[in-house]
């Protein structure tokens, strides 16, 4: 069973700090990994894609990659009210996403 | 212009009933997807198609069964519907399958009653 582990939350953050949102992956199998958005009531959209181990970054969102832990991670820096939503980490296995249940970001202005 | 199109965007109908969600995309993508996202907010795939070529066949009840005409277009058939079919469904595309970024419709929220 390919499972994708996210803590459900509320994460609750200032206004400017650094959220950090934690995913981990129980099959090896998997190459890529990906961080969708998911505002209430709306569609996930795609935020980061991540392939390789290391960092990555983009604007205000870094995306981290441990193979060897099983272990991805989104750093959001300077973290404003816009960004208040649900993040789904998902794997790629074969053709298909198996997502995470998302964790629910909250940040306080 | 909207890329993932879905209709309807809401569906409120009786246990038993018969009901079908259309979608389609204006992007060129090969690939197409139906997910299921529950009240846990748990999103799950069901089917995925490729060129009009079912790839991605969960473990859906046979009462769902998906269509493609052609490449642009995907869609849901649901027959019986039960009260746990209750969720919203989102149709999805990319250009070629996994390692590509998957544009998500708006979604269509299914209450049976």
Request: glycine share 8%.
């Amino acid at each position: 069973q390919k499972e994708v582990e996210q803590n459900s939350g509320p994460l609750s953050v200032p206004e400017g700090a650094i959220a950090s949102l934690n995913c981990t992956y129980s099959d090896r199998g998997s190459q890529s990994f990906f961080w969708y958005r998911q505002y209430s009531g709306k569609s996930p959209e795609l935020i980061m894609s991540i392939y390789s181990n290391g960092d990555k970054e983009d604007g205000r969102f870094t995306a981290q990659l441990n193979k060897a832990s099983q272990y991805v991670s989104l750093l959001i820096r300077d973290s404003q009210p816009s960004d208040s939503a649900t993040y789904l980490c998902a794997g790629g296995y074969g053709n298909k996403l198996v997502f995470g249940a998302g964790t629910i970001l909250r940040v306080k202005s | 212009d909207t890329a993932v199109s879905q209709t309807p965007k809401y569906l409120v109908t009786q246990m038993g009933n018969d009901k079908s969600i259309k979608c389609e995309q204006n992007l060129g993508h090969d690939t197409m997807y139906w997910y299921k996202q529950d009240s846990k907010k748990f999103l799950k795939i069901m089917f995925s198609y490729n060129n009009k070529e079912l790839i991605i066949n969960e473990t859906v009840p046979n009462r769902f069964s998906p269509k493609s005409p052609d490449k642009a277009h995907l869609n849901l058939h649901i027959n019986s519907l039960e009260l746990g079919d209750s969720a919203v469904y989102f149709c999805a595309s990319s250009q070629e399958g996994l390692g590509e970024t998957q544009y998500f419709g708006p979604g269509t929220r299914l209450l049976v009653l």
